[in-house]
């Protein structure tokens, strides 16, 4: 359920206007997420078993999805990511990108994947205006890829790597979430990954989203843990600004790489205060936080570009100042309720 809304805050707006919230935050960014299916079966982002997927006609289709980017737009967004499940995994993705790319004012469209169809796509991908990609990797070892993504395979994520870089989707960026007990030992491997290439590793916090249970409290671990083995390996850092598209990461790079890595710590250092965006489910929700329950069905709104551009004035009005994950950690009670759905329902 949605709290109520404030509107006395917000100055009178004009035809075109910034979209900013309650504790003044100015969004500019929009997360699609096209489906909720995958082809991998991450431990830390659906049961081993599978989940309970969408069916097909619930899903936004790209004219829809384009109708809604749109609206963004017009109220000053200008940076938009698709995202799934994995997002390469619907057909025609090119499409969707292409009428993104058309609307004047788009400054920048990225994609997250984990990389398994990447070199079949990445070309016609490029050519349809996307500009950039984050590839999903949390193991450079094949064994253990196998367990944490429980089936797919390593290789065919380093063929999306260099099939990426060869299309020019650059600046390369390689999303890693580090899990206690599981891939900690590899966090040198990855910081001699970004000495060596022109990746930019980004070292990401295991979130509680959809679940909150025993499992996520033993595999948390706080991205500190990345610059003691920096330290420990005897690595120079130095902190930069990092490439572009960089959000909330927190940026580094050891002296002499041709690459860097960041640390995204939404749980041991929140970044709420310097939130930028929205969320948009593949079923047509807006999400104004990832982690809270309240959504806004687009489904009412399409054809109407007044009644869009107010669903996304009243994501305004709901969004929360925060989330409450570090009082998951702590066990402490939160002031409402979280989401049910996991990560790949929402987009990550």
Not at 71 to 98: C, N, Y
Request: proline share 5%; hydrophobic share 40%; net charge neutral.
């Amino acid at each position: 359920m949605l709290e109520g809304h404030t509107k006395d805050w917000r100055r009178e707006r004009s035809a075109v206007a910034d979209l900013i919230d309650r504790f003044g935050r100015q969004h500019t960014y929009l997360r699609i997420s096209v489906t909720d299916r995958c082809n991998l079966r991450c431990l830390y982002c659906m049961p081993e078993e599978g989940m309970k997927f969408m069916e097909q006609d619930r899903l936004l289709s790209y004219p829809q999805i384009v109708e809604v980017a749109a609206a963004a737009v017009r109220l000053g967004m200008r940076k938009f990511r698709i995202t799934g499940g994995e997002p390469l995994v619907r057909p025609g993705l090119e499409e969707l990108i292409a009428g993104i790319a058309a609307l004047p004012g788009v400054d920048d469209i990225s994609l997250t994947t984990n990389g398994l169809l990447l070199k079949q796509q990445a070309l016609k991908l490029k050519e349809a205006g996307l500009k950039r990609v984050n590839i999903s990797l949390d193991t450079m070892d094949d064994v253990r890829f196998k367990f944490i993504a429980r089936r797919g395979e390593l290789k065919r994520v380093w063929e999306g790597i260099e099939a990426a870089a060869e299309a020019g989707l650059g600046p390369i960026k390689l999303n890693c979430v580090l899990l206690k007990g599981v891939n900690e030992d590899e966090i040198g491997r990855f910081l001699k990954l970004s000495m060596e290439r022109p990746i930019h590793v980004r070292f990401i916090e295991y979130m509680p989203i959809g679940h909150d249970d025993a499992g996520w409290r033993s595999h948390y671990l706080p991205l500190s843990a990345v610059l003691e083995e920096a330290r420990r390996l005897g690595f120079v850092l130095q902190q930069e600004e990092g490439p572009q598209g960089s959000g909330p990461s927190e940026n580094w790079r050891i002296a002499g790489g041709v690459g860097s890595f960041g640390l995204i710590h939404p749980i041991s250092e929140h970044f709420c205060k310097s939130c930028n965006r929205l969320r948009l489910t593949a079923d047509g929700h807006i999400k104004p936080c990832l982690y809270w329950m309240d959504e806004l069905s687009v489904r009412p709104a399409l054809g109407s570009p007044e009644e869009m551009e107010r669903l996304f004035l009243k994501a305004m009005d709901v969004k929360p100042e925060n989330h409450e994950m570090a009082a998951v950690l702590a066990g402490t009670p939160l002031s409402h309720e979280p989401t049910e759905r996991r990560m790949s329902q929402i987009g990550g």
